[in-house]
């Protein structure tokens, strides 16, 4: 069982920046992918955003979002980030992070196993 919680979301303005980070419980959060989803105001399904390998090495992007976000993780702290540049008014949306035991990356909600209560972000233009 792994709990997540998430912080760092808020009210900015366009071209504002904000950090994310999703703290882990349990001792094996090294064992886990960690992606990103957002839901944004009246969206049924949740976004893929942004997800990050067991090691950190390799990150993946969903394309409005590259060049701008960036994933990043520390394993000794149980925790992973999303750094999120030159925000937009469409990036406004509840932002989640999930877990995802499966060695291979995942843009699919479903193949998440944990997931945090989510944090708003909301972009003013």
């Known amino acids: 069982q792994v709990q997540l919680v998430e912080s760092g979301g808020g009210l900015v303005q366009a071209g504002d920046s904000l950090r994310l980070s999703c703290v882990a419980s349990g001792r094996t959060f090294s064992s886990y992918t960690m992606g990103w989803f957002r839901q944004a105001p009246g969206r049924k399904e949740r976004e893929f955003v942004a997800a990050i390998s067991r090691s950190g090495a390799t990150t993946y992007y969903t394309d409005s979002v590259k060049g701008r976000f960036t994933s990043s993780r520390d394993n000794a702290k149980n925790t992973v980030f999303l750094l999120m540049n030159n925000l937009k008014p469409e990036d406004t949306a509840v932002y989640y992070c999930?877990?995802?035991?499966?060695?291979?990356?995942?843009?699919?909600?479903?193949?998440?196993?944990?997931w945090g209560q989510g944090t708003q972000v909301t972009v003013s233009s």
């Open positions: 999930a877990a995802d035991a499966s060695l291979l990356y995942s843009g699919s909600a479903s193949d998440y196993d944990y």
